[in-house]
């Protein structure tokens, strides 16, 4: 079975600063690890996937996240947050084979203060 | 290639009554998973249906149902509502063939009084 745990659910941070967004994961399979960004009354977007490739991975906006298996960790970071980033973000897991739903994390909301 | 969309965007029901929302895929993406978000629980799989089948099920009562047509668009429906059922539900495609991405529509935000 697999769980995502989000550290905090509401973060804040200075316009300009570092954002920093935890995400652990448990499986007992090899995972594939998403990050999704839900603006207010819209769905989900994907910001970044890792699938067993480069265990850096840049998304869009900005964002990249490292996935390290050793602290089951796939923390999403961006060196300078911008208004437009204050949104809810969620960390997800599934198996990396089959057919199986996502699991998601409870989210985190990113504020960012001018 | 449009996104996925689902209808309607919003919708309020009394308790006891049902309702039935829609999704539309993106273009050639044959399976439909649904999610039901609240503040509380977060987002929880509800259902997932691949080539007009249900191939995945989370945990939810009987009340919630789906189904899937030819052309892909799914429907689900929640017959006799409570007020726990306010949410927003999100409907999310992907062509089906192992664990893609998968892509989602805006939402239905569901208010039960």
């Known amino acids: 079975a697999q769980s995502v745990t989000q550290l905090g659910s509401h973060v804040s941070v200075s316009e300009g600063a570092l954002v920093l967004l935890r995400c652990n994961y448990s499986?007992?399979?090899?995972?594939?690890l998403f990050w999704y960004v839900q603006y207010p009354n819209q769905g989900l977007q994907l910001l970044l996937k890792?699938?067993?490739?480069?265990?850096l991975v840049k998304g869009i906006n900005g964002f990249e996240a490292e996935f390290k298996k050793s602290e089951t960790s796939f923390h999403l970071t961006k060196p300078s947050a911008h208004m437009s980033d204050a949104a809810e973000y969620f960390c997800?897991?599934?198996?990396?084979?089959?057919?199986?739903?996502?699991?998601f994390g409870k989210g985190t909301r990113l504020s960012v203060i001018a | 290639k449009a996104g996925v969309t689902q209808t309607p965007r919003y919708l309020i029901k009394t308790r006891g009554q049902q309702v039935t929302l829609s999704c539309s895929p993106i273009?050639?993406?044959?399976?439909v998973s649904w999610y039901q978000q609240t503040p509380g629980q977060g987002l929880q799989f509800l259902f997932e249906?691949?080539?007009?089948?249900?191939?995945n099920k989370g945990n939810f009562p009987g009340r919630f149902s789906g189904r899937q047509f030819s052309n892909s668009r799914s429907e689900m429906n929640v017959s006799t509502l409570e007020l726990g059922d306010s949410a927003l539900y999100l409907c999310?495609?992907?062509?089906?063939?192992?664990?893609?991405?998968?892509?989602f529509g805006p939402g239905t935000r569901l208010l039960v009084l």
């Open positions: 273009s050639g993406h044959r399976s």
């Open positions: 999310a495609s992907t062509n089906g063939q192992g664990q893609e991405t998968q892509y």
């Open positions: 249906y691949f080539s007009e089948t249900q191939r």
């Open positions: 890792y699938t067993s490739a480069a265990t």
């Open positions: 997800a897991v599934t198996p990396s084979s089959g057919n199986t739903p996502l699991v």
């Open positions: 499986s007992s399979v090899p995972p594939y």
